[in-house]
């Protein structure tokens, strides 16, 4: 071959090469499963609540470090910070800023400063009063005044409501993205269908290596999902849906998939079902080739390698980001939990990020959000779509990734010294696989020695009195105030019949199986009837705590709190939305007999609905509630809060653990101080 001609086939071989690579890098740069902005990388993704009214999307990105700061100072660290960070953006080939939004509407997660948070409305908290009574009253908000600093910077960070001048302000940049012509990489176009149809395409396709199957009988025929630890939300690419907000269905949302579908099968759930749910942080030392990965190891996992889940709802609360402070600075073993908040914010400068540190993380990297900051994932949504705490704790609900345990509270409580290990002890001392701790919390003040920060409380609340009160969106069970008071059970929980939203501690399980019903806007009453209900026909059964491990901070405890905004500033927005939340609510737990119930909305009852382990008249005969003429058996916390409950039907808690067999309970409860 002459040299013109080896030439020639070196150049064209080279044409070929460039060509290919050319093909390569262009695929490479193919926007991934959302859409991107013009200034993110392969790894960004830009998810988007869209206006169904409009043609065109409005994305508002958020800046990645938007921490504010006490003082001027900070926000100039902050500012040299961001600096920074976009210069290391210029370099680099990834970031991991995830922004969900529309005009003025935003959700944001930061994952190259693996800022991850999941969230839940805590405006909405039930808790002890003055009294060391629980009261659910909802102006009663919390206070997160005892910091995990310093005692020096107790009164100029932790105790300290942010001032308007405090909080920095931002021109957001609008940006134009198309959401529907986006097409997903690597996973089947049927992934991006609505709700829970996408769900099942995306549990269908990975079933052979990220399910687990149950060898049970044919009545537990549910599929586990695979389960990670560490995890988070930012880098779920496929694994997030559209749902149509609940108070104004021209808004479309992209929220997280569920983890997991309900696992009960409509049937008392087996253990070795049970078993499968629960992430251990480290896999067993024993594992095989076939398990290696395999941290869903049951009762066999360690105690203190049992992962935690924290969902936390928060509506406009200034203290969110003390609570979470408050969660890992007072582990015994941070390294095992994951916080989720869903942070409910107007995004123009007037309210705090959940997940901003206190102060500048350059300046104390011993922060809990700049130490565990991969630890939590945030959910953030403009405050004008918030509807109540029953659809934000949805989100949270749906932000839950297997952990072991799964807890849930209001965005302004404290936590006691080595509340992990406590509250999971206290759990196992039920020896009830289906057992829930809850209870309205106690009032902060007085509660935590502020040197050692273990609880000065002999007392606890229990859950044992509600009654039917009426208004605009009818008649419905609301509790009221419970007693609190030194335990009549000394030797682990208390059985009670009612479940509490502002503390609730279980196996992940109860979370999966009886999940929020995202069809309920602007409730706030009524959400605990709902869960606990729904819960107790599935199987769970409720205890109070033995002692307290966390303490709820009051509004009329303190006026810092008396500024913080509450949902319902949105009510006229949502108007009339409630009343119809409010006959889907009693029509699922069959409280509204008189009811055609042809005229309320049964969407996605199969998920959001009851079990058949027990039923709703079993409940209410139980407990002395008459859903006809609405009223209820007083005093049943003469029958609870003695002991005589826990001690007559804890003696048939089944023998694998597995909940108490209520189909041997006779007992219906009358109130004694009634003549007949």
């Known amino acids: 071959m002459s040299s013109y001609h080896q030439k020639g086939v070196i150049l064209s071989a080279c044409i070929l090469f460039m060509y290919v690579v050319g093909l390569m890098i262009s695929v490479w740069h193919l926007p991934g499963p959302f859409p991107t902005g013009n200034n993110h990388s392969r790894k960004s993704a830009t998810l988007t609540l869209r206006n169904n009214k409009e043609n065109g999307v409005v994305v508002v990105p958020l800046n990645p470090n938007n921490s504010h700061h006490d003082d001027p100072s900070s926000r100039q660290a902050q500012q040299q910070q961001q600096q920074k960070q976009q210069s290391k953006e210029a370099d680099s080939s990834s970031s991991n800023s995830l922004n969900i939004s529309t005009t003025g509407i935003m959700n944001q997660w930061t994952d190259d400063d693996d800022d991850d948070a999941i969230a839940v409305d805590d405006d909405d908290?039930?808790?002890?009063?003055?009294?060391?009574?629980?009261?659910?009253?909802?102006?009663?908000?919390?206070?997160?005044?005892?910091?995990?600093?310093?005692?020096?910077?107790?009164?100029?960070?932790?105790?300290?409501?942010?001032?308007?001048?405090?909080?920095?302000?931002?021109?957001?940049?609008?940006?134009?993205?198309?959401?529907?012509?986006?097409?997903?990489?690597?996973?089947?176009?049927?992934?991006?269908?609505?709700?829970?149809?996408?769900?099942?395409?995306?549990?269908?396709?990975?079933?052979?290596?990220?399910?687990?199957?149950?060898?049970?009988?044919?009545?537990?025929?549910?599929?586990?999902?695979?389960?990670?630890?560490?995890?988070?939300?930012?880098?779920?690419?496929?694994?997030?849906?559209?749902?149509?907000?609940?108070?104004?269905?021209?808004?479309?949302?992209?929220?997280?998939?569920?983890?997991?579908?309900?696992?009960?099968?409509?049937?008392?759930?087996?253990?070795?079902?049970?078993?499968?749910?629960?992430?251990?942080?480290?896999?067993?030392?024993?594992?095989?080739?076939?398990?290696?990965?395999?941290?869903?190891?049951?009762?066999?996992?360690?105690?203190?390698?049992?992962?935690?889940?924290?969902?936390?709802?928060?509506?406009?609360?200034?203290?969110?980001?003390?609570?979470?402070?408050?969660?890992?600075n007072r582990a015994r073993y941070p390294e095992r939990i994951r916080v989720g908040v869903v942070d409910q914010i107007v995004d123009d400068g007037m309210d705090y990020h959940c997940n901003a540190p206190i102060t500048d993380c350059d300046t104390k990297p011993d922060q809990a959000l700049c130490k565990y900051k991969g630890q939590v994932d945030v959910f953030q949504m403009d405050a004008s779509l918030g509807v109540g705490p029953v659809f934000a704790r949805h989100i949270g609900h749906r932000m839950y990734r297997g952990e072991y345990y799964a807890m849930q509270v209001d965005a302004h409580v404290s936590f006691v010294q080595d509340w992990d290990t406590d509250i999971v002890h206290q759990l196992q001392q039920t020896g009830d696989e289906m057992a829930v701790l809850t209870t309205y919390l106690t009032d902060f003040q007085n509660s935590i020695d502020p040197n050692t920060y273990q609880s000065l409380r002999h007392t606890r609340p229990i859950m044992c009195n509600?009654?039917?009160?009426?208004?605009?969106?009818?008649?419905?069970?609301?509790?009221?105030?419970?007693?609190?008071?030194?335990?009549?059970?000394?030797?682990?929980?208390?059985?009670e019949p009612y479940w509490a939203a502002g503390f609730s501690f279980s196996r992940g399980h109860f979370v999966v199986n009886v999940p929020y019903d995202p069809y309920q806007p602007m409730i706030f009453q009524g959400e605990e009837m709902s869960i606990g209900i729904r819960g107790f026909t599935i199987g769970y059964d409720y205890f109070a705590s033995q002692n307290s491990i966390c303490f709820h901070h009051y509004a009329e405890k303190d006026p810092k709190r008396?500024?913080?905004?509450?949902?319902?500033?949105?009510?006229?927005?949502?108007?009339?939305?409630?009343?119809?939340?409010?006959?889907?609510?009693?029509?699922?737990?069959?409280?509204?007999?008189?009811?055609?119930?042809?005229?309320?909305?049964?969407?996605?009852?199969?998920?959001?609905?009851?079990?058949?382990?027990?039923?709703?008249?079993?409940?209410?005969?139980?407990?002395?509630?008459?859903?006809?003429?609405?009223?209820?058996?007083?005093?049943?916390?003469?029958?609870?809060?003695?002991?005589?409950?826990?001690?007559?039907?804890?003696?048939?808690?089944?023998?694998?653990?597995m909940g108490i067999d209520y189909s041997k309970i006779t007992y219906k409860f009358k109130d004694p101080r009634k003549n007949y």
């Open 125 to 328: 908290d039930n808790t002890a009063d003055d009294d060391n009574t629980a009261d659910d009253d909802d102006d009663d908000d919390e206070i997160e005044m005892e910091n995990n600093f310093e005692k020096e910077e107790e009164e100029e960070a932790y105790g300290t409501e942010p001032e308007d001048d405090d909080i920095e302000n931002e021109n957001p940049v609008f940006e134009s993205n198309n959401h529907n012509q986006q097409k997903e990489r690597g996973l089947d176009d049927k992934l991006r269908g609505d709700g829970e149809d996408a769900e099942k395409a995306f549990q269908t396709q990975s079933q052979p290596q990220n399910q687990i199957q149950s060898s049970s009988s044919s009545n537990n025929n549910s599929v586990v999902p695979k389960s990670i630890w560490p995890v988070t939300i930012n880098n779920e690419d496929g694994r997030w849906v559209d749902i149509q907000h609940p108070g104004d269905t021209s808004i479309t949302m992209t929220v997280p998939q569920f983890w997991s579908a309900p696992v009960h099968d409509h049937t008392l759930m087996t253990r070795e079902k049970a078993m499968q749910i629960g992430t251990c942080i480290h896999a067993a030392a024993e594992a095989n080739n076939n398990d290696d990965n395999n941290l869903q190891r049951g009762d066999r996992c360690p105690v203190d390698d049992r992962t935690i889940y924290v969902a936390i709802a928060s509506y406009r609360d200034w203290q969110c980001r003390f609570t979470v402070e408050s969660i890992f």
């Open 466 to 495: 509600t009654d039917y009160e009426g208004g605009v969106q009818g008649k419905h069970l609301r509790h009221l105030s419970q007693p609190e008071g030194v335990p009549n059970i000394n030797d682990m929980p208390q059985l």
């Open 562 to 657: 008396a500024g913080v905004k509450h949902f319902w500033e949105n009510a006229n927005k949502y108007s009339g939305t409630g009343k119809i939340a409010m006959a889907r609510l009693l029509g699922i737990v069959d409280m509204n007999p008189e009811t055609d119930r042809s005229t309320w909305n049964h969407a996605e009852e199969d998920r959001y609905g009851l079990g058949k382990v027990r039923t709703t008249n079993t409940f209410y005969e139980t407990f002395g509630i008459d859903v006809v003429s609405k009223t209820t058996e007083h005093h049943l916390c003469s029958f609870v809060d003695s002991g005589k409950m826990h001690n007559q039907f804890m003696e048939h808690l089944r023998k694998d653990g």
